[in-house]
Nanobody, 118 residues
Framework: QVQLVESGGGLVQAGGSLRLSCVAS????????MGWYRQAPGQQRELVAH???????DYSASVSGRFSISRDNHKNTVYLQMSSLKPEDTAVYYC????????????WGRGTQVIVFS
Protein backbone atom coordinates (compact mmCIF):
# COMPACT_ATOMS: atom_id res chain seq x y z
CA GLN A 1 0.00 0.00 0.00
CA VAL A 2 1.31 3.40 -0.99
CA GLN A 3 0.35 6.91 -0.02
CA LEU A 4 -0.73 9.18 -2.85
CA VAL A 5 -0.53 12.94 -3.07
CA GLU A 6 -2.20 14.88 -5.87
CA SER A 7 -1.24 18.31 -7.07
CA GLY A 8 -1.81 20.61 -10.02
CA GLY A 9 -5.41 21.54 -9.52
CA GLY A 10 -6.62 25.07 -9.70
CA LEU A 11 -8.73 27.61 -11.49
CA VAL A 12 -8.68 27.60 -15.26
CA GLN A 13 -10.72 29.21 -17.99
CA ALA A 14 -12.81 27.05 -20.29
CA GLY A 15 -10.74 25.87 -23.21
CA GLY A 16 -7.57 25.89 -21.18
CA SER A 17 -5.30 23.12 -19.99
CA LEU A 18 -4.14 21.74 -16.70
CA ARG A 19 -1.88 18.89 -15.65
CA LEU A 20 -2.52 16.92 -12.51
CA SER A 21 0.18 14.90 -10.79
CA CYS A 22 -0.11 12.01 -8.39
CA VAL A 23 3.07 11.14 -6.52
CA ALA A 24 3.27 7.82 -4.71
CA SER A 25 5.31 7.18 -1.60
CA UNK A 26 6.79 4.04 -3.11
CA UNK A 27 7.28 2.20 -6.35
CA UNK A 28 4.34 2.11 -8.73
CA UNK A 29 5.94 -0.21 -11.27
CA UNK A 30 4.36 -3.30 -9.76
CA UNK A 31 0.85 -1.89 -9.44
CA UNK A 32 -1.64 -3.32 -11.93
CA UNK A 33 -3.65 -0.15 -12.22
CA MET A 34 -3.60 3.51 -11.33
CA GLY A 35 -6.00 6.21 -12.31
CA TRP A 36 -8.20 9.15 -11.57
CA TYR A 37 -11.74 9.54 -10.35
CA ARG A 38 -13.56 12.81 -10.03
CA GLN A 39 -16.55 14.00 -8.09
CA ALA A 40 -18.49 17.15 -8.82
CA PRO A 41 -20.83 18.75 -6.29
CA GLY A 42 -24.12 16.90 -6.15
CA GLN A 43 -22.92 14.20 -8.52
CA GLN A 44 -21.65 10.66 -8.20
CA ARG A 45 -18.00 9.82 -8.34
CA GLU A 46 -16.94 8.80 -11.82
CA LEU A 47 -13.88 7.12 -13.23
CA VAL A 48 -12.06 9.51 -15.54
CA ALA A 49 -9.07 7.54 -16.71
CA HIS A 50 -6.82 4.70 -15.67
CA UNK A 51 -3.57 3.18 -16.80
CA UNK A 52 -2.21 -0.32 -16.39
CA UNK A 53 1.32 -1.35 -15.53
CA UNK A 54 1.96 -1.99 -19.22
CA UNK A 55 0.85 1.60 -20.00
CA UNK A 56 -2.45 0.59 -21.55
CA UNK A 57 -4.84 3.45 -20.87
CA ASP A 58 -8.58 3.87 -20.96
CA TYR A 59 -10.84 6.90 -20.64
CA SER A 60 -14.40 7.79 -19.94
CA ALA A 61 -16.39 8.92 -22.95
CA SER A 62 -16.77 12.41 -21.51
CA VAL A 63 -13.03 13.08 -21.53
CA SER A 64 -11.83 10.90 -24.39
CA GLY A 65 -9.78 12.92 -26.84
CA ARG A 66 -9.23 15.72 -24.34
CA PHE A 67 -7.45 14.05 -21.43
CA SER A 68 -4.33 11.93 -21.43
CA ILE A 69 -3.08 9.76 -18.59
CA SER A 70 0.52 8.65 -18.27
CA ARG A 71 2.85 7.17 -15.70
CA ASP A 72 6.51 7.64 -14.93
CA ASN A 73 7.72 4.68 -12.92
CA HIS A 74 11.09 6.27 -12.19
CA LYS A 75 9.37 9.23 -10.57
CA ASN A 76 6.60 7.14 -9.02
CA THR A 77 4.15 9.55 -10.55
CA VAL A 78 0.96 9.36 -12.57
CA TYR A 79 -0.16 12.35 -14.59
CA LEU A 80 -3.43 13.51 -16.02
CA GLN A 81 -3.03 16.04 -18.80
CA MET A 82 -6.31 17.86 -19.33
CA SER A 83 -6.94 19.97 -22.39
CA SER A 84 -9.94 21.77 -23.87
CA LEU A 85 -11.40 21.97 -20.41
CA LYS A 86 -15.11 22.51 -19.99
CA PRO A 87 -17.10 23.81 -17.03
CA GLU A 88 -18.50 20.32 -16.55
CA ASP A 89 -14.97 19.12 -15.80
CA THR A 90 -15.15 21.04 -12.54
CA ALA A 91 -14.69 18.53 -9.74
CA VAL A 92 -12.38 17.22 -7.09
CA TYR A 93 -10.01 14.80 -8.76
CA TYR A 94 -8.77 11.77 -6.82
CA CYS A 95 -5.87 9.54 -7.67
CA UNK A 96 -6.04 5.84 -6.85
CA UNK A 97 -3.82 2.79 -6.94
CA UNK A 98 -4.81 -0.84 -7.30
CA UNK A 99 -2.14 -3.42 -6.66
CA UNK A 100 -3.81 -6.26 -8.56
CA UNK A 101 -6.90 -6.58 -10.73
CA UNK A 102 -8.32 -9.19 -8.40
CA UNK A 103 -8.21 -6.90 -5.40
CA UNK A 104 -9.92 -3.67 -4.56
CA UNK A 105 -8.44 -0.21 -4.74
CA UNK A 106 -5.65 -0.05 -2.19
CA UNK A 107 -4.87 3.64 -1.95
CA TRP A 108 -6.57 6.98 -2.50
CA GLY A 109 -5.20 10.45 -2.61
CA ARG A 110 -6.95 13.23 -0.77
CA GLY A 111 -7.95 15.01 -3.95
CA THR A 112 -7.18 18.18 -5.83
CA GLN A 113 -9.78 20.72 -6.86
CA VAL A 114 -10.24 21.70 -10.48
CA ILE A 115 -12.52 24.61 -11.31
CA VAL A 116 -13.23 25.51 -14.91
CA PHE A 117 -15.01 28.79 -15.49
CA SER A 118 -16.62 30.30 -18.55
Amino acid sequence: QVQLVESGGGLVQAGGSLRLSCVASGSIAGLDDMGWYRQAPGQQRELVAHIASNDFADYSASVSGRFSISRDNHKNTVYLQMSSLKPEDTAVYYCYAQSTYYSGIDSWGRGTQVIVFS
